[in-house]
């Protein structure tokens, strides 16, 4: 298994990973990714910007996420408490596995690659998910995040959970 940076060359397989993923959200009834968001030119913006990562298992490109150093805007009204003050922190955005793998760990992996990586530069590690996504309302506390409240993101309201990183 490989993390790293996301290139124009995996934009093809992101895409498809992405509209599995929007697809399997859709199916279980969550409403999440439902609406246009998050979009082909969105991802691609992501790996213009070089914050769009990759797991790559045998050659195929298997997850995807955007990995976010500068903050997020939504972040800083919260309907409860974050752990922590830190003004510096990390955030993933859009993480998707592929279908053939769903199950296999690969979301698992791409926290743990990113939890990793923000070792030693930042403190904090935090996420947001729609309030219908169970499945990752379920991953997050067994990776050690804590759900600190209510967010909101264009007239919706998300989860949003934050693990300390040592």
């Not at 990759?54 to 050659?59: A, C, H, L, N």
């Not at 309907?79 to 922190?89: A, C, I, P, Q, V």
Request: with cysteine; aromatic share 10%; charged share 30%.
């Amino acid at each position: 298994m490989t993390f790293r940076q996301a290139t124009p060359r995996d934009l093809p397989t992101i895409y498809e990973i992405l509209e599995g993923a929007i697809r399997r959200l859709g199916a279980m009834g969550v409403d999440q990714w439902q609406h246009g968001y998050p979009n082909r030119e969105r991802i691609a913006q992501d790996v213009a910007e070089g914050i769009g990562y990759v797991i790559e298992e045998e050659d195929r490109v298997v997850a995807y996420g955007a990995v976010i150093f500068t903050g997020e805007e939504a972040y800083r009204a919260i309907e409860g408490r974050w752990l922590t003050d830190e003004e510096n922190y990390v955030v993933v955005h859009r993480m998707c596995v592929a279908e053939e793998v769903v199950g296999h760990g690969f979301g698992r992996r791409f926290m743990e690659a990113v939890e990793e990586m923000a070792r030693g530069r930042v403190k904090s590690f935090r996420v947001d998910t729609h309030a219908d996504n169970r499945v990752m309302q379920a991953l997050l506390p067994r990776l050690g995040f804590t759900r600190c409240g209510i967010i909101y993101f264009e007239s919706r309201h998300l989860v949003a959970f934050e693990k300390i990183i040592e």
